[in-house]
């Protein structure tokens, strides 16, 4: 065998690593229940509802209130994987960069997965989607966003919780110039689609906006409105029976929910 120094661990907290500088949504998810993903498993979020505040006035207070609970399970329901062919893995690892090279195209194609999934989930679950809007000015593309923001305002979301602005680069070049620029030069947050604040969100200019057949659905959500699961469960490396060559392949699991709907909104629209 060719890849007896195969080294799976390394490579799969690679792509764990490597996933989050390729997606969109997924950075801005509720991540406090990563790492407990696994092929078929569900995690079960626990919630309680807001106490009641009453006036103090220097007398008994009465029995204590019963803040009624809930919870939501999160299934780790989608499962992707990789398996390409290399012609000697042990020479491909000692090669400065060629594996390097191989894993980020998969990490690449892994993550384009992951945040389709998750902008397809945020459209369809959203607390509040639009009407099918037609856009055509720069006008009509900020009252659609003002018109989330008010929605997001009367449901108790404010300027200090983290919100981003997910949108598509026509509905971007008609928005563009609502938008504050970055404070500093940040590559980072370029790389992963930033392009400015509105409101004090974060604006993510995406490929991987949702499309229902009609309309883009553009999404404006906060830090805790939607969780996310994924663990890289193994990657492999084998020998295909019957070619004179070694294969690596590995096996990406995740899951996600709309944990607080009404902290996500959904603007359907399409270019009139």
Request: glycine share 8%; charged share 30%; aromatic share 12%.
């Amino acid at each position: 065998m060719s890849y007896g120094n195969f080294k799976p661990t390394i490579w799969s907290k690679y792509i764990e690593h490597e996933l989050k500088k390729f997606t969109v949504f997924k950075e801005d998810c509720d991540y406090k229940f990563e790492g407990e993903a696994g092929k078929g498993k569900t995690v079960k979020i626990l919630g309680v509802g807001k106490p009641n505040i009453g006036d103090y006035k220097g007398e008994d207070i009465g029995a204590p209130e019963i803040v009624p609970d809930s919870s939501i399970t999160l299934s780790i329901d989608q499962a992707k994987y990789f398996n390409f062919m290399v012609d000697d893995v042990d020479k491909a690892q000692a090669q400065d960069g060629l594996m390097n090279a191989l894993m980020e195209e998969a990490t690449r194609a892994l993550a384009y997965e992951e945040d389709k999934f998750i902008g397809e989930e945020l459209a369809k679950n959203a607390g509040m989607i639009s009407e099918s809007l037609a856009i055509a000015t720069e006008e009509d593309a900020v009252k659609a966003v003002d018109d989330a923001f008010e929605y997001f305002w009367n449901n108790g979301v404010s300027n200090k919780d983290k919100v981003t602005i997910y949108v598509t680069p026509w509905f971007y070049n008609l928005f563009k110039n609502r938008i504050a620029a970055l404070k500093t030069d940040n590559d980072e947050l370029i790389a992963k689609g930033v392009v400015g604040m509105y409101n004090s969100a974060r604006v993510k200019m995406s490929s991987f906006i949702f499309n229902d057949g009609t309309d883009d659905c553009m999404i404006i959500k906060t830090s805790k409105g939607y969780a996310f699961c994924n663990g890289i469960n193994e990657t492999e490396a084998y020998r295909p029976e019957g070619l004179f060559s070694d294969a690596v392949k590995g096996l990406d699991t995740f899951g996600g929910k709309a944990v607080k709907p009404k902290e996500i909104y959904c603007i359907r629209a399409h270019r009139a």
